[in-house]
């Protein structure tokens, strides 16, 4: 039988990282406002926590983090040149990101980590479970992995992290999940999680990414997590706590995601995730395959 839990309406988003691999193009632009496609890359991660009924949106930032905030404000100047030239569907997608959620930002302050980042967010969350999604990660929104990861945590309460299978040699880039099987086939009971381990010893090939929902009891534990791995407060290192201790906040549950998912945190799968949306665009994409092709064949000749 099915169990009541508080209804989900916020979504917390760290935003505060400096953006390394990146540089020089994040020396003065936060890696969260680069492009894809013609959107930037943290609208698509607001559109998703719209989409799954939460409408009221934290953001974490830093230092040099202000152009997040400034395109989802309004922008009078920009919309009234558009409106006298007549152009409204330009004047649309200026005003879509300003009137996609109900925003907040508060700042980090140290760069302390993903868990410092998400405590940051408990004056605002309160004592609800809230969602939390991390900008790298870009979910297809065909492919409604947040809406299932909701479904579960109103289930079995407690906390939802993201699955998804990974080759082996690529586990020690995420953290890692020790699961059992549960009744439903997407979904796991997380008994273990080991962040970023070797492969020898990683305890399954099922990878977290970056989309979780978190009960609240994870900032009583998160506020007395010693640094780990890379010096900073890991929120692996909370969520363990809570899988091998359910009296702390209640079990821990993972959806397996299947679906498209776009990685834009690496320059090499960015420019793969920008080729792949363009490719599926009504708009630029019969155009842009053609191109494709034509340039694929022509260079595979040359070589």
Same mark, same amino acid.
């Given at each position: 039988?099915?169990?009541?839990?508080?209804?989900?309406?916020?979504?917390?988003?760290?935003?505060?990282?400096?953006?390394?691999?990146?540089?020089?193009?994040?020396?003065?632009?936060?890696?969260?406002? %680069?492009?894809? &496609?013609?959107?930037?890359? @943290?609208?698509?991660?607001?559109?998703? !926590? /719209?989409? +799954?009924?939460? $409408?009221?949106?934290?953001?974490?930032?830093?230092?040099?983090?202000?152009?997040?905030?400034?395109?989802?404000?309004?922008?009078?100047?920009?919309?009234?040149?558009?409106?006298?030239?007549?152009?409204?569907?330009?004047?649309?997608?200026?005003?879509?990101?300003?009137?996609?959620?109900?925003?907040?930002?508060?700042?980090?302050?140290?760069?302390?980590?993903?868990?410092?980042?998400?405590?940051?967010?408990?004056?605002?969350?309160?004592?609800?479970?809230?969602?939390?999604?991390?900008?790298?990660?870009?979910?297809?929104?065909?492919?409604?992995?947040?809406?299932?990861?909701?479904?579960?945590?109103?289930?079995?309460?407690?906390?939802?992290?993201? %699955?998804?299978? &990974?080759?082996?040699?690529? @586990?020690?880039?995420?953290?890692?999940? !020790? /699961?059992? +099987?549960?009744? $439903?086939?997407?979904?796991?009971?997380?008994?273990?999680?080991?962040?970023?381990?070797?492969?020898?010893?990683?305890?399954?090939?099922?990878?977290?990414?970056?989309?979780?929902?978190?009960?609240?009891?994870?900032?009583?534990?998160?506020?007395?997590?010693?640094?780990?791995?890379?010096?900073?407060?890991?929120?692996?290192?909370?969520?363990?706590?809570?899988?091998?201790?359910?009296?702390?906040?209640?079990?821990?549950?993972?959806?397996?995601?299947?679906?498209?998912?776009?990685?834009?945190?690496?320059?090499?799968?960015?420019?793969?995730?920008?080729?792949?949306?363009?490719?599926?665009?009504?708009?630029?994409?019969?155009?842009?395959?053609?191109? %494709?092709?034509?340039?694929?064949?022509?260079?595979?000749?040359?070589?």
């Amino acid at each position: 039988m099915s169990q009541s839990h508080p209804r989900i309406s916020k979504a917390v988003i760290p935003a505060a990282g400096l953006g390394t691999r990146f540089l020089p193009a994040t020396k003065a632009t936060p890696k969260e406002m %680069l492009p894809v &496609v013609d959107k930037p890359a @943290i609208q698509y991660v607001v559109e998703e !926590a /719209v989409s +799954a009924g939460l $409408d009221d949106v934290l953001m974490v930032t830093g230092r040099n983090k202000r152009p997040l905030e400034d395109h989802f404000d309004r922008n009078y100047e920009l919309e009234s040149a558009l409106q006298k030239k007549g152009d409204a569907d330009r004047l649309a997608k200026v005003q879509e990101s300003s009137d996609l959620a109900t925003m907040h930002y508060v700042r980090q302050g140290d760069p302390k980590g993903l868990g410092h980042a998400v405590l940051c967010a408990a004056p605002h969350v309160g004592d609800e479970p809230f969602a939390v999604l991390l900008g790298d990660d870009l979910i297809d929104p065909r492919d409604p992995l947040l809406q299932r990861m909701i479904e579960v945590q109103q289930q079995h309460g407690g906390s939802v992290v993201a %699955l998804m299978e &990974v080759a082996p040699e690529q @586990i020690h880039l995420y953290g890692s999940a !020790a /699961v059992e +099987a549960t009744a $439903d086939s997407d979904v796991v009971k997380v008994t273990g999680l080991v962040e970023k381990p070797a492969a020898e010893d990683a305890p399954s090939n099922y990878a977290v990414i970056g989309r979780y929902v978190l009960d609240p009891a994870v900032f009583g534990i998160l506020r007395k997590t010693e640094p780990g791995r890379g010096g900073e407060i890991q929120l692996t290192d909370a969520l363990q706590q809570l899988a091998t201790d359910e009296k702390a906040g209640g079990p821990v549950h993972g959806v397996v995601f299947e679906g498209r998912r776009y990685d834009t945190g690496d320059r090499g799968d960015y420019l793969r995730a920008i080729v792949r949306l363009a490719c599926e665009r009504e708009d630029l994409g019969p155009d842009f395959r053609t191109w %494709l092709q034509r340039y694929v064949t022509e260079e595979m000749q040359q070589r």
